[in-house]
């Protein structure tokens, strides 16, 4: 898929007009991240916006008294590092690619500048707020299900792209149970058999490192139900 399918898919500029996404596009210079290598970190100067054409981005993060922990994991369409165009003040999070991932890049400077001279760049821009505050009420919704084992479903439904993605491996998605556990605050045991248990349902399949997502519907129905009073 080229940039523009990816980013009229899904994610912040699919809910934007073609004309909009062709300029931020045109605007964003490519940038490939190998796996395990930060984006940037948390304290760094705010550079620019970053897009993902394809492959994983973990979000790391917490309070300033705490332990940074893995919350969520960016995938293709999904944009990240807000901060910059938004306020321009020091990253708050840290961005680590978890596989071989290529980035779109807008510079601070010229997304600035576009907004600057179009008071409907700076409008449609400024929706990266309410994206932001809208991943963080999904993410602490999946954490506040009791049931351990709708809980994990929930955060791995969410982390695969929530049914909207196919994997650019056959593999599937790259995640690792140790991951998954860190995200959904279980066990690395009570992980491994939730996930037996999501496969033995014909929901997903487990390889090394990898899941592919076989029934998004299936997956969504049980990790959605309501929690029993």
Request: glycine content about 10%; overall charge positive.
């Amino acid at each position: 898929m080229t940039k523009t399918e990816i980013f009229s898919a899904r994610g912040w500029l699919s809910e934007h007009p073609a004309s909009f996404r062709k300029a931020i596009i045109d605007a964003g210079l490519p940038v490939t991240v190998a796996s395990g290598r930060t984006v940037f970190r948390e304290g760094e100067h705010s550079s620019g916006l970053f897009g993902v054409v394809a492959g994983a981005v973990g979000m790391t993060g917490g309070h300033k008294r705490a332990t940074p922990r893995l919350g969520h994991i960016m995938r293709d369409g999904e944009w990240f590092g807000a901060k910059a165009p938004l306020d321009g003040g020091p990253r708050d999070l840290t961005y680590c690619a978890i596989e071989t991932t290529h980035l779109l890049f807008v510079a601070n400077a010229r997304l600035s500048k576009m907004m600057r001279e179009n008071t409907d760049v700076a409008i449609r821009v400024g929706q990266l707020a309410e994206i932001g505050a809208r991943l963080g009420r999904w993410m602490a919704r999946d954490l506040l299900t009791r049931d351990a084992g709708r809980r994990a479903a929930a955060v791995l439904l969410r982390v695969l792209g929530a049914g909207e993605l196919a994997p650019s491996d056959p593999r599937g998605f790259r995640l690792t149970q140790q991951m998954l556990a860190e995200m959904t605050n279980l066990s690395r045991h009570h992980v491994c058999r939730k996930l037996a248990d999501f496969e033995a349902a014909g929901w997903i399949h487990c390889g090394y490192n990898r899941i592919r997502l076989l029934d998004a519907e299936g997956l969504a129905a049980y990790a959605y139900q309501d929690d029993e009073p």
